[in-house]
C-alpha cells in the first residue's frame, strides 16, 4: 500500500516543500530509502522502525520503500523522521488516510517515540502557510518559535503516542493560532550616546550611518572611544517589524540558533566576528552551506573591531556582498543564496602601536604607518561612505560633559529620516540612500549650484574618484533628510566632505 504524506526542509536558508512517501508491499523484507538523502536522513530509518516499535506499533515482515521527491535536492537534517513514520502507520492501516491529507509535519524521533525539536521550524511552518496546508505538526520544543504566526492551526506534539491519538480526533483537535500579539523590544546598549563624552563628530558621523544605512570606518587612537561608539549605534535604530523580526528569524531558525529560551530574533542584530574569524564562518559554507556572520547580521550590524588584524582573504569575502547585499556560495549539492544586507562598521588603529599620529607615545616608523594601512585592500577602503578620525579625548572634556542627545532622542531622529526615505523610495526597490546606484544618484541627489560648485572644485583637488564622488552625494542626502531638508545645500555637502578621511590622507 503507498502513501504520501507533506514535510518540508531547510536548503540553505530557504525552505522547500517535500512529499515523504511509504510503500508497503509483500515480499523480501526490508527497508530502503531513496530521494537523494544525506546520511543523517538514511539513519531515520533505524530511528522510525525502533521509535514505532517502542510506540507499541508491530511491524509485519514486508517490503518497506520510502522515496523523498523531489529527487534533485540533496536533503539533510532529522526532520523527515515524524512524516516517514506517519506515512508508515498510514501504509500500515494504523492511520486513515484522510487525516494526514494536506497536513504538513516535521520532527525528530527518539528511540523511545518521543517527538524531539529540530531546526528551521519556523521556516518550515512558513512554506505550510504558503502552501496552504490545513494543520502543521511539530515538536512540541519547537512550539515557542511560531508563536507569532498566524494563518494555519499549528499542534505541537510530545510522542508518538500523543501523534496517534490526536489523529483520531475531528482535524487533530486543532484550532487556529492565533499569532501572538507583536511587541517591539528596544535594544539596550551598555552605554547611552549622552554618556559618550567628547568625540562629536564620530557620534554625529554614526547618526548618519544608520540613517542612511551608510558605512562607517572609525580611525583612532587606542583608547578614543571607537569600540563604545560602536556598540551604541544598534541603539538608535528603530525596533524591528514584526516582519523583519520573523525574516530574521528565519534565517536564525534555519542556522539552528534558536532555543526555547530565545525563541525569536526580535532586536536587531549586531554581530561582532573576533579578527582570527575564517572567509568560511564569515560569508557562510559547508557542505550543505550554513549562513555565515554576513547573513546574521542582515538588517543589523556587522561590526569588525581592528580591521587590519583580519586577514585578506577574509576581508575579500566581503566585497561582493557590501555591493550587491547578498551572497552567493557554490557547492557540489547546489548553488545558494543568503541575504547579507547589512550595516558595515569597523574600527582601527592607525597605526601597529595604536597611539598614532600622537607621536609622543608613538613609535612607530611612517613605513611602520604605511604598511599597516596598506594592510586593507583600496577596494575594502572604497565601500565606507563615511570615515572618521578620532584622537583621545582630553582629561578636561571628558569631566566637564557636555550633555548630547540621548540615544533615545537620536533613536526618533533615525526613524523618522527612515520614513522620509521610505516615502521616496516607495516601489523603487530602493530602501535607503546608502544603497542608491549609479542613475538613482542624479535623480535623487540634485543639489544647488553652489553645493554643485563646491563638489566639482573637491573633485579636482582632491583628486576623487567617481566612487568617492557618489558618496559624498549619498551621504549629503542623508544629512539632508536628518535636517528634513528637501533640497542637498552646501551645507549638506560639505559635512558629508568632512567625513573622508580618507581622501584627505594619503596614508
Ligand atoms: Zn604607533
Known amino acids: 500500500m503507498f502513501r504520501k504524506v507533506m514535510s518540508a526542509t531547510i536548503v540553505g536558508v530557504n525552505c522547500i516543500s517535500v512529499q515523504v512517501e511509504a510503500d508497503v508491499r509483500n515480499g523480501l523484507p526490508g527497508f530502503s530509502m531513496v530521494g537523494y538523502l544525506s546520511s543523517r536522513v538514511r539513519e531515520a530509518q533505524e530511528r522510525v522502525c525502533t521509535a514505532l516499535r517502542n510506540s507499541g506499533f508491530s511491524f509485519p515482515a514486508k517490503h518497506i520503500t520510502v522515496n523523498l521527491s523531489p529527487a534533485d535536492v540533496k536533503k539533510d537534517g532529522t526532520g523527515f523522521d515524524l512524516p516517514i513514520a506517519a506515512a508508515l502507520l498510514s501504509a500500515l492501516g494504523y492511520l486513515d488516510f484522510a487525516c494526514l491529507e494536506n497536513v504538513c509535519m516535521a520532527g525528530e524521533l527518539s528511540l523511545s517515540g518521543e517527538v524531539k525539536g529540530i531546526r528551521g521550524i519556523l521556516p518550515i511552518v512558513d512554506r505550510a502557510v504558503k502552501e496552504k496546508c490545513r494543520l502543521c505538526i511539530i515538536p512540541k520544543e519547537n512550539a515557542k518559535e511560531v508563536e507569532m504566526i498566524d494563518g494555519i492551526p499549528i499542534l505541537a506534539v510530545e510522542n508518538m503516542r500523543e501523534f496517534t491519538d490526536y489523529a483520531g480526533l475531528k482535524n487533530w483537535g486543532a484550532e487556529r493560532n492565533p499569532g501572538k500579539k507583536w511587541e517591539e523590544e528596544n535594544y539596550e546598549s551598555e552605554w547611552d550616546f549622552c554618556e559618550i563624552a567628547g568625540q562629536e563628530a564620530a ?69 561582532t566576528p573576533h579578527h582570527t574569524i575564517s572567509p568560511k564562518a564569515l560569508a557562510g559554507g559547508g557542505q550543505m552551506p550554513r549562513p555565515g556572520e554576513i547573513t546574521l547580521a542582515h538588517k543589523g550590524i556587522l561590526f569588525l573591531d581592528e580591521l587590519p588584524e583580519f586577514s585578506r582573504s577574509t576581508l575579500e569575502v566581503l566585497r561582493q556582498p557590501l555591493e550587491e547585499h547578498k551572497i552567493c556560495i557554490s557547492r557540489v549539492s547546489g548553488n545558494f543564496q543568503f541575504p547579507a544586507d547589512f550595516l558595515f562598521i569597523a574600527a582601527m588603529n592607525a597605526c601597529p602601536c595604536g597611539y598614532y599620529p ?8 611612517d613605513t611602520e604607518v604605511a604598511k599597516y594601512m596598506g594592510k586593507i585592500s583600496g577596494p575594502i577602503l572604497d565601500r565606507f561612505d563615511l570615515c572618521t578620525e578620532m584622537k583621545q579625548v582630553p582629561k578636561e572634556k571628558i569631566w566637564k560633559k557636555k550633555k548630547g542627545k540621548t540615544t533615545c532622542e537620536l533613536r526618533e531622529m533615525v526613524k523618522e529620516t527612515h520614513e522620509i526615505q521610505k516615502d521616496r523610495y516607495k516601489g523603487k526597490g530602493v530602501s535607503f540612500n546608502g544603497r542608491l546606484q ?70
Not at 212 to 239: D, V
Not at 240 to 265: H, N
Not at 473 to 489: C, G, M, N, Y
Request: charged share 30%; net charge positive.
Open 203 to 271: 557620534k554625529e558621523a554614526a547618526v548618519i550611518a544608520a540613517a542612511g544605512f551608510h558605512n562607517l570606518l572609525m580611525i583612532g587612537t587606542k583608547g578614543s572611544g571607537k569600540t563604545m561608539i560602536a556598540k551604541s549605534i544598534p541603539g538608535i535604530f528603530p525596533c524591528l517589524s514584526k516582519e523583519e523580526a520573523m525574516e530574521i528569524s528565519g534565517i536564525y531558525s534555519a542556522a539552528g540558533l534558536l532555543s526555547q529560551e530565545k525563541p525569536l530574533i526580535k532586536i536587531r542584530p549586531f554581530r
Open 358 to 365: 600622537d607621536r609622543n607615545k608613538c613609535s612607530c616608523s
Open 438 to 507: 549609479g542613475k538613482e544618484i542624479e535623480k535623487y541627489c540634485q543639489t544647488s549650484r553652489e553645493g554643485e560648485k563646491l563638489l566639482q572644485r573637491a573633485y579636482e583637488k582632491m583628486h576623487l574618484s567617481v566612487r568617492a564622488y557618489h558618496k559624498i552625494l549619498k551621504t549629503a542626502r542623508t544629512i539632508a533628510d536628518l535636517e528634513k531638508s528637501e533640497k542637498i545645500e552646501v551645507s549638506h555637502i560639505s559635512k558629508a566632505m568632512s567625513f573622508r578621511a580618507l581622501d584627505k590622507k594619503d596614508w
